[in-house]
């Protein structure tokens, strides 16, 4: 009995020994598993269905635990600031390696396997051998990989992770380390043939897709890079880098529609994503859906109620919607909020003006020039204002404000000195180039800046002439060369030399690359003419827009006769803008219409790429040099051309003549005619030619040309282009502007009835009135200074205006600071003028500028005398002292004077009234017109 208790005690005692090294067998196995730096050179990787697959954890989690960047919803730009932040290099520490022992129990054999296993054949000694792979096999340990690529040790993690993948070649982890390296280095190559690897054991690895259209896009392959996005959200319904990155792309491109279509996904994936409601917003906006565009704003507003983007985008929604003072309200809280939006001032400035607000458009862009002093935009938009507004005579002053906003610095002056060419203040900039090169000692330096400053431009023979001054002063210095290469590149791409810059052995600074782009085009082109087309006897009509101003008047009559001449019926007509006001005005798209007559708006078109014309290599080379918006607007038309085959394009003033006259060179129409409607640009004001000093040039280029015609509507426009271009007048054609009476000066009693009974005008009230657009060339300041002179003396006179634009409201406040304002009437535009004309007793217009003025014939044709400043063919509309009066003094007192003398004349009043209906629908009736225009037409093929 004792000796089985005995028994019992050791059985129970080993069982209890067995237990015990059973818990410290556990508690061994335990420790080594949770130990995360332990590292066996047998550790396989995880495999799934024979592949090999990292864990969510295997790819995000960094060795020191940190998450590894998961780039899925950033942008390229993103990615790269990501990987712009990397830690710092830490000098390594030297640790015993775990690997050593494994490798040290190892025969030779083995270690010469796992070697070559490696990719590694040596001739190294056994014992060298043995550290060399001691070695690889510390460094192609995932932690070490991960931590070479946080150390930025690209090279070493190149040679590991090779390593790593000839022993695990299905392996993610490793595979994707090397692609993030590769971007990061910009080895977009190795990127994109790392990702190949990936996508051969695992094809729909999705960052894979990822990272090779990142590279391709990287490289600006833009095409590739967006295939390869689309089929990375074909295969990822929730992907939303790839959508982003796809609505980019189509939003680079210009192609809207399709960029909206991502944009809705992205808003489904990620409704409360303030970026995407931001571009939502924009693109309906190009694509003019100015409804749905405020409604994505408000969404906006509704997540983030003092969203900049959202408040500018109802802003400048509203505006273009036509309500441009619910537009203002926006546009006043984010600038409250961010003053220093530089978006917000240009939209506040462009309502401003809309409303006729100049004095609060010019503070908004005053503020901005002394924020921003050297910003050439904030000064160009400034001087373009007051120069419109209050006319030429302050140019030369903005240019000095320059110069004292700078602080006299030599930026300034530079600054100054471009502009006065931009504007065509010439003496003014000369005067700036000496007192910069007094000043400022330097002169290699002061011409080298301006030489690149004016390349950057169309003045390359100003860019020319500073580039030979600079070389003048020092022409070993290598800064020479990078502007003197600009400049040779650019010759080289339209075939010319050096000799276009000289003039009988002088530079002649007024060279344009606009000139010489047109001039080769031209060349290029002179022998692609359609002579089948002739036969077509179709007529291209070319106009800018349909506002209803006197030019527009004309193409609409010339349509009018066109569609009744059964030789030349089939008519189209090709408009830039129908109407350029956004809706504030009235245009003749009705009238052509009704006329039968189709309308292409090809400006609509210009944010399309798909409607450019592919033209031949060398043609798309020099159009290519042209400002994207010029040619673009030659292509569209060129293609438009080639579709319609029209025996003769008929364009109208001066830019349309040009483009349109290019386009037909390139699409091969047999007859080009342009209409000038006044004198050369530069006798008008600075702001006709403003960016126009290409025209001169290029009119004679095409002139050059036997299929080119350019006629005019006055003997002194002939006169005037005539001694611009240094041609005989008798090359030009003359065709005076035709009215049809009977459509165009129907009196309706009741259409002014309203605006009557508001004005209260007394009985005996003696009526002068005028018809024109308030601008600064009409000089409607000098038409009120007349009015008040006449008033103070003849009390029951009354002045009315009759037009709109952009002084009419600073008119109205200038008029009512005189105390005038009960005699004097601006009673803005009207769609019936002929009533207006019917009410008036005299007619007066002050000009400083014009064409052929048709409402001195129109008034005329109502029975009205008339007085005139000498504007352009003013003077050929009536004759002289028995239908009206010129005056060539243009004082209010020289006016006033010869006004008062007719007033007083009643027997002078009857019979000019008489006479001036008789002469005038004579002379400029729309038969007429019409039969002269088909002469020319016929002439021209």
Known sequence: MEELFIKEILLFILYLVAISYSIGLTMIWLIVIMDKERKSIHHKPKRINGRVKPSIDDINKGVDGSTFINLQGQDVDEVDEVFSISKPKVKRKVSISKNQENVSNMSAYEINQYLKNFGIISELTDEQKGTLLVEYLDGTEIGNLRKLYSDGEFELLRKYGKARINIHPNEIVPHIILVRSYFKMKKYEDCINQCDLILSFEPNYLDAFRFIARSHRAM???????????????????????????????????EYIIAQS????????????????????????????FEKAIDRWNSLLALDPDNIDALLGLGQSYYAFENPNRGLKFLLIANEIDRGDSRIVKAMTQIYISLGLMDKALNCLEEQCINYPLDIGYWTKRIS???RTYGDSLGNSLLDEVIQTNSDSLEGYYLAIILANDFSLNEKGEEFLSITLSKFQNHFDIHLELSKRFIKSDFIGKAFLHLKEAQKKSSQDNRVQP???????????????????????????????????????????????????????????????????????????????????????????????????????????KEVLDLGISILEYGRQMEQNSTEIKLNTEIDKLLDLLPQKLSKSIRILANEFSLYKPSIVHSWQDGMNI?????????GVPSIIMFARSLRPDQKTIMHTYNKKYYKGSYKSILESPRALLVHNSKAG??????????????????????????????????????????????????????????????????????????????????????????????????????????????????????WLDLFDLFLLTSRVEGLPNVLIEAQMMGLPVISTDAGGANETFIEGETGYLCMDTTPSSLSEIITSVMNDELWMMNASFKAKEVSKKKFGQKEMIDTLLNIYEGSI
């Open 262 to 289: 991502y944009i809705e996904e992205l808003l489904q994936l990620a409704p409360d994503d303030i970026r995407y409601h931001v571009y939502s917003g924009r693109i309906l906006q190009r694509l003019q859906q």
């Open 220 to 254: 600006g392959m833009d095409e590739k890079a967006a295939m390869v996005f689309k089929k990375l959200a074909e295969l990822a319904w929730d992907d939303i880098d790839s959508r982003f990155s796809l609505m980019r792309h189509y939003w680079n491109k210009r």
């Open 718 to 835: 002939v006169n005037s282009y005539a001694n611009w271009l240094g041609m005989k007048g008798a090359e030009f054609k003359v065709i005076y502007n035709g009215i049809d009476f009977e459509k165009v000066l129907k009196v309706e009693p009741n259409g002014i009835q309203d605006i009557l009974t508001e004005l209260n005008l007394p009985l005996n009230a003696f009526i002068i009135g005028s018809v024109f657009r308030i601008v600064d060339e009409k000089r409607p300041r000098l038409w009120v200074e007349t009015a008040i002179q006449i008033i103070k003396e003849k009390k029951n006179v009354h002045f009315i205006l009759v037009g709109g634009g952009a002084l009419l409201e600073t008119l109205r406040k200038e008029i009512e600071d005189t105390g005038f304002s009960e005699n004097i009437h601006l009673v803005g535009q009207s769609k019936v003028v002929a009533s």
């Open 659 to 667: 483009i349109a006259a290019i386009a037909a060179f390139i699409s």
């Open 385 to 387: 204002l007051v120069l």
């Open 483 to 589: 502007v003197k290469q600009q400049i040779d590149d650019f010759l080289d791409e339209i075939e010319m030399t050096k000799d276009i810059f000289y003039n009988e052995g002088e530079i002649n600074s007024k060279v344009l690359k606009t000139d010489l782009i047109f001039s080769k085009i031209i060349g290029k082109c002179q022998s692609n003419v359609n002579l089948d087309w002739k036969f077509e006897r179709k007529v291209a009509m070319v106009s800018s827009t349909l506002g209803r101003g006197g030019s527009e008047r004309q193409v609409v009559a010339c349509l009018s006769g066109l569609s009744l001449a059964k030789e030349w019926a089939d008519v189209k007509l090709f408009c830039n803008i129908i109407d350029n006001s956004k809706g504030k005005y009235r245009t003749f798209e």
